[in-house]
Structures are given as C-alpha cells and as structure tokens.
T-cell receptor, first 114, second 114 residues
Framework: ETGVTQTPRHLVMGMTNKKSLKCEQH?????MYWYKQSAKKPLELMFV???????ENNSVPSRFSPECPNSSHLFLHLHTLQPEDSALYLC?????????????FGNGTRLTVT | AQSVAQPEDQVNVAEGNPLTVKCTYS??????LFWYVQYPNRGLQFLLK??????LVKGSYGFEAEFNKSQTSFHLKKPSALVSDSALYFC????????????FGSGTRLLVRP
C-alpha cells in the first residue's frame, strides 16, 4: 500500500458524461497533486493544492475541475471530455514545508473517453 | 528554467549484469534530485533522493545513484540486475521556485532479460 488511494482504478466514459475521480491519503501530508500520464509524453502536472488552497493550475482545460475539501481528500471532476483526455491520472501527496519530502503516488485511475 | 533529461527511451540488460539509467539536469542553485520507478498498472514509487552530502546515494531494492556536479548528472545504478527490475524509471528535480513541485524527465524503460 502506498498510503494514497485512488478510486476508481478504471473508468470508461462517454464525451457527454460527468464523472469524478477520488484520491485519499492517510500520510498526514498537506499538499496534494493531480498528474496526467499519457503514452509517450512526460508526466504533466495539472493541479496543486497546498493546505486545501489551489496553488497551481497548469493551463488545464475547464472540463477538468479539481476539489480539495480537506488535506486528506482530493477530487477531479470531469465533464464533456475529449478522446485525447484518455490517460492515467495520478494523485500524489507530500509535505510542502520540506524540500526533502518525496511525492507519494497513488496507483492511478485509467481513464478511457469514448 | 529547471529541466531534467533522460536520453534513453529504453535500456536493455541481461539479468545479473550491472545496469545504468542516465539522467542529466539543469537547475539554478543547488539541485534536489529524485528517482522514481513505475511498475505496470501502478503509480510511481520513490527510490532515492540526493539533497546534499555523499555523491553516492543508496535507495530501495539495491539501487543507488551517483551525483556528479561537474557533469550535471544523476545516473541510477544497480550492480546486478533482476528480471523484476523491469519497469519505467523517472528522474526528477525539485523546482527551485516552488519547494513542493517536482519536474520529471520523460522516463526510461528498463528491460532485464533472463
């Protein structure tokens, strides 16, 4: 177990659907992240939350909407996605006040948009 | 701007032989460097990090990495490869403008043949 749990593990959705990805961490961390991993592309940082406040939005389209109700939970709400949004979505957490702190990743949600 | 380069898309090695996965970096100031491994259908797992001190850093699963300031490199090594080491390996550097963000390389696939 990594300490970071993502659900669901797999998701297939049509372009008109609305769905949400969930991430939960029990490591006592205060920073949480969403990354997108596509085939043959570098890992893309999407959003960063630090103490529940969004501190980073890397020009992510508005069809992706993050939510961080508390330091342990992070959501990614999805609506009207495109086929090119199919990817592995990874959640991670860390202690933001330490430069030594590595990121701890969940196992990801494999998203397929049809 | 900070960056990390992994020049090899894939590294092939026979079981029992030493392995090296290459990484070079470009940062202003002192680099904080990390290696992660990703097994199929899993998230990234932290292997080791260099913050300061000895240039040879030891990590999980028998891996080590050598920090070389003059060559701006942080190559991952293992004296004797195992088939189970076959995975995707990512080098990362801490973003100096943000203590909690990592910049990842594009990844190197390691294939260890029996």
């Amino acid at each position: 177990e990594t300490g970071v749990t993502q659900t669901p593990r797999h998701l297939v959705m049509g372009m008109t659907n609305k769905k949400s990805l969930k991430c939960e961490q029990h490591l006592g961390h205060n920073a949480m992240y969403w990354y997108k991993q596509s085939a043959k592309k570098p890992l893309e940082l999407m959003f960063v939350y630090n103490f529940k406040e969004q501190t980073e939005n890397n020009s992510v389209p508005s069809r992706f909407s993050p939510e961080c109700p508390n330091s342990s939970h992070l959501f990614l709400h999805l609506h009207t996605l495109q086929p090119e949004d199919s990817a592995l979505y990874l959640c991670a957490s860390s202690q933001p006040d330490s430069t030594n702190s590595p990121l701890h990743f969940g196992n990801g949600t494999r998203l397929t948009v049809t | 701007a900070q960056s990390v380069a992994q020049p090899e898309d894939q590294v092939n090695v026979a079981e029992g032989n030493p392995l090296t996965v290459k990484c070079t970096y470009s940062v202003s100031g002192n680099p904080y460097l990390f290696w992660y491994v990703q097994y199929p259908n899993r998230g990234l797992q932290f292997l080791l990090k260099y913050i300061t001190g000895d240039n040879l850093v030891k990590g999980s699963y028998g891996f080590e990495a050598e920090f070389n300031k003059s060559q701006t490199s942080f190559h991952l090594k293992k004296p004797s490869a195992l088939v189970s080491d076959s995975a995707l390996y990512f080098c990362a550097v801490r973003d100096v403008d943000s203590s909690y963000k990592l910049i990842f390389g594009s990844g190197t696939r390691l294939l260890v043949r029996p």
